[in-house]
């Protein structure tokens, strides 16, 4: 049966007033003439009774109360073990059950949260890459299992200063993270072979915890994944010369065997047409070498200051195309060599897309504080999947195409510390474009 607090209290007030009144009741029938002894009584003997009731049922409540204020400190220590209980039906057992429910909740929560913080744990501490938590001030608050193994052979970093610690390591890795920022830099490392080369990759980020200041290092270990796309670029390399080699071989030597057969029956009258054909398969080949060679062994740009007028007309008079604008009169540094053999590239590579010649365009201008060269086409455009690899070297949609000239374009451009975008034009085609920095001879 649910009672109120309200209703509880007026009983009992209720029911110690009906006692009192009961109690002078008597004792006026048995002393009527005696008031004050009446009034003394009752004072001597109710008042006494009322206090000792409401001040079980206070301490009770009380008790709870301070039960409550226990547990709530106990939820801010982290401690969520505790419940309470209340023998009445009212609105203090409403209370109660609220706060054990919040208790309950607190506890899955907290139980879930170790369970996550237990799986981060177990992860971070196994993660092949070395994770370095470090304070503004330079200790060690949290290294795993890797940074333990890298940097001091399996001991134990925290508390130690990052400074002391990298005294004990390879120069190359107090270099890295002397220099700041992220990037990649080689160790040498001793193997029963000697010393072997390790490439590292180092990422660096900052960020404030519990009101301070941290710096997060990551290093990661990239020496067996780049030995894995070294491989694997050499396996294209070879699948793409041995194409190439077999394609022009296979017919040389069956023109050789023609041309001795016929020879050797007197018949020299298709001689000629043999030995062209075998001087235009070896042109094909030796140009197909060289374009390897090329880009194997691209020098280091020589710059020279260059107006764009004279420069574009030397390459009009190799390749078809227009000049789109205003060509900037101001010159730029550049190696006229490599830049020519890139802008050949992709405006040969703008004929073979199908677009008609006068639809290949080529545009240069000054955008704030960039050069930007772009070579236009009419031609179907690119796939997002051609997109994303046309810049990988090998990579080639055209049957007999080695994959070179996208990249060539792309080495020479990086090589005068510029980058290559490709994107498809509104209304079909496609834009290549090179962006290059200013040089003083520009500015």
């Given at each position: ?67 409550l204020t226990g547990t709530v400190t106990s939820y801010q220590d982290g401690d969520f073990s505790f419940s309470l209980h209340w023998q009445h039906n009212d ?353």
């Open positions: 049966m649910r009672l109120s607090l309200l209703t509880r209290w007026t009983a009992l007030i209720a029911t110690l007033l009906t006692v009192g009144i009961v109690i002078a009741q008597a004792l006026s029938h048995y002393f009527p003439n005696r008031p004050g002894l009446v009034l003394a009584v009752c004072l001597l003997c109710v008042v006494p009774i009322a206090i000792i009731t409401i001040r079980a049922q206070l301490e009770q409540m009380l008790s709870l109360f301070r039960a609105e203090l057992s409403d209370l109660v059950a609220a706060h054990n429910a919040l208790g309950d909740v607190l506890r899955q929560q907290r139980l879930a949260l170790v369970q996550r913080e237990l799986l981060l744990d177990t992860m971070v501490q196994n993660t092949p890459v070395a994770m370095l938590l470090v304070s503004d001030n330079g200790p060690v608050v949290y290294a795993n299992v890797a940074a333990r193994q890298l940097l001091a052979e399996g001991r134990k970093l925290e508390g130690h200063r990052l400074d002391a610690i990298l005294e004990q390591v390879a120069p190359a890795l107090s270099e890295a993270l002397a220099r700041g920022g992220d990037g990649l830099f080689t160790t040498r490392a001793a193997d029963a072979d000697g010393e072997e080369e390790e490439v590292y990759h180092l990422a660096r980020r900052s960020f404030h915890l519990n009101g301070r200041r941290h710096e997060l290092l990551l290093l990661r270990q990239l020496t067996m994944e780049l030995r894995r796309q070294e491989v694997q670029t050499w396996k294209k390399v070879i699948r793409v010369i041995s194409h190439e080699l077999n394609n022009s071989l296979a017919p040389l030597t069956s023109l050789a065997h023609s041309g001795a057969e016929l020879v050797r029956r007197g018949q020299t009258g298709r001689l000629p047409q043999i030995l062209a054909t075998i001087e235009e398969r070896t042109r094909h080949l030796e140009t197909f070498i060289l374009g390897y060679a090329r880009f194997a062994k691209l020098p280091t740009p020589h710059l020279a200051t260059q107006h764009w007028a004279p420069f574009l007309a030397r390459i009009s008079e190799q390749i078809v195309f227009r000049v789109v604008g205003t060509l900037p009169a101001e010159p730029y540094s550049f190696d006229p060599a490599q830049l020519e053999q890139a802008l050949l590239n992709l405006i040969k590579n703008a004929h073979e897309s199908g677009s008609q010649p006068h639809h290949v365009a080529l545009e240069i201008r000054r955008v704030h504080d960039v050069l930007r060269i772009d070579v236009h086409d009419r031609g179907p455009g690119m796939s997002e999947a051609v997109l994303t690899n046309a810049l990988v070297p090998f990579y080639s949609t055209k049957r007999s195409g080695t994959g070179l000239g996208l990249a060539l374009a792309r080495e020479i451009i990086e090589a005068h510390g510029g980058r290559i975008t490709l994107a498809n034009r509104e209304g079909g085609g496609l834009t290549v474009t090179l962006i290059l920095k200013l040089s003083d001879a520009s500015n």
